[in-house]
């Protein structure tokens, strides 16, 4: 099973691109599922077909989920979003108003995840074409699972210990629930139901795609992002260069436009190579429906095999005696290396990895650090940690 994920600024098509690469995927016989984690749930408009929170068919081999929050919130953690609501009911909040805090910011697009997981896990589809949210949204969810997991082993044992200690106490001093055990079990469901996520999308059959028009702005952020998913450990296969002006034809105004796009993209080939960088023209309507969409997909791809596994190697790779971390387009300025316990702590810019070392490398000291040529390389040596 192949998973393809699109991200991009918003604005630049990233729907439009994902939605043309799973019509694709179906017309060469793959069975096809496209799903989208940013919550303007934009996919349905643009395949031209009625929203549906199960996979329904919007062209021969090609289904659409549009992931309903609500019931996924009852199906997956039902028991931790009860708990919170009840103990909003007993502070004095109205049955509405606790229905409403619990569906938290950012909850649909976790939801969206795990119904992610679930389809991924019913081997039911040869193709999973994700459509992300915009460029930072994306970044904050794909590392979360493994925030989560980092906060999980270090507070849910002594969280448990806790509990049972105080909870007497709690009932009557505070006069409100304190959480039971199936709700914690609720939680660590989800802990691992998020680490099944990460290991999916990290692993050999799944890759990023970064959609971006040929702008300075847009330009700039997608090389921020391509160090931020590295960082988290996500493959990037491609860059797509959507709305691209045609040469041909241009009148004055048109012209200007694009001699600018044709120094942006000499940057972007410069910039991420050795990606391939493939572009879509700037059409003359906008591409709605499958027919539409298969005519964007066959400019984008041509000839060539998008769903063919990734031949890159992952970003983070270990052994036995050094850590090795690709941060493409990274400056040296702008990251920081720290050691504490167990634990390596790898800063980019505004975004933050812990890396828990393997106790073969946990037991040693770091011999050396350098950055070279968009890649981390932390050599360990005998001793204990510093």
């Not at 229905?99 to 119904?115: D, N, Q, R, S």
């Not at 027919?291 to 790779?317: C, K, M, W």
């Not at 812990?354 to 950055?371: D, E, F, N, W, Y």
Request: net charge negative.
């Amino acid at each position: 099973m192949r998973i393809l994920l699109f991200t991009g600024k918003g604005g630049v098509g990233k729907t439009t691109v994902a939605a043309a690469t799973a019509t694709l995927a179906a017309a060469r016989g793959l069975k096809t599922l496209v799903v989208s984690t940013d919550t303007a749930h934009s996919l349905a408009d643009a395949l031209a077909v009625t929203p549906s929170e199960e996979p329904a068919e919007a062209a021969p081999g090609l289904f659409l989920q549009q992931v309903d929050t609500q019931k996924s919130l009852e199906r997956h953690w039902g028991e931790l979003r009860d708990y919170v609501r009840n103990l909003f009911g007993e502070l004095g909040l109205d049955e509405i108003t606790s229905e409403e805090i619990t569906v938290l910011p950012g909850a649909e697009e976790i939801i969206a995840l795990l119904e992610l997981r679930e389809q991924a896990r019913t081997g039911t589809w040869d193709v999973i074409v994700v459509d992300c949210a915009p460029t930072a949204e994306t970044l904050r969810l794909l590392a979360l699972p493994e925030a989560f997991d980092w906060h999980v082993n270090r507070l849910l044992p002594v969280g448990r210990r806790v509990l049972k200690a105080v909870s007497p106490m709690l009932r009557h001093v505070a006069k409100v629930s304190v959480p039971q055990g199936e709700v914690i079990s609720a939680g660590e469901r989800l802990h691992r139901a998020l680490l099944d996520i990460r290991e999916l999308l990290t692993g050999g059959d799944a890759s990023v795609r970064l959609v971006l028009t040929p702008e300075a702005v847009v330009v700039a952020e997608a090389r921020r992002t391509l160090t931020s998913l590295s960082l988290y450990g996500y493959r990037v296969d491609a860059v797509i260069a959507n709305r691209v002006f045609p040469v041909e034809g241009a009148d004055e105004w048109r012209r200007g436009w694009v001699e600018a796009q044709a120094r942006q993209l000499t940057e972007v080939h410069e910039s991420f190579s050795p990606l391939p960088v493939r572009t879509v023209p700037y059409l003359a309507a906008e591409p709605v429906g499958p027919a539409a969409l298969a005519e964007v997909a066959e400019e984008l791809y041509g000839s060539a095999d998008p769903f063919a596994r990734p031949d890159a190697e992952p970003p983070l790779r270990l052994t036995a005696d050094e850590l090795v971390l690709d941060l493409p387009l990274a400056d040296k300025a702008d990251v920081d290396l720290a050691r504490k316990g167990d634990e390596l702590i790898v800063t980019a810019g505004p975004y933050r990895r812990v890396i828990a070392l393997p106790l073969a490398l946990a037991r040693r000291g770091i011999s050396s650090a350098t950055l070279s040529d968009g890649r981390l390389r932390v050599r360990f040596e005998a001793g204990g940690a510093k």
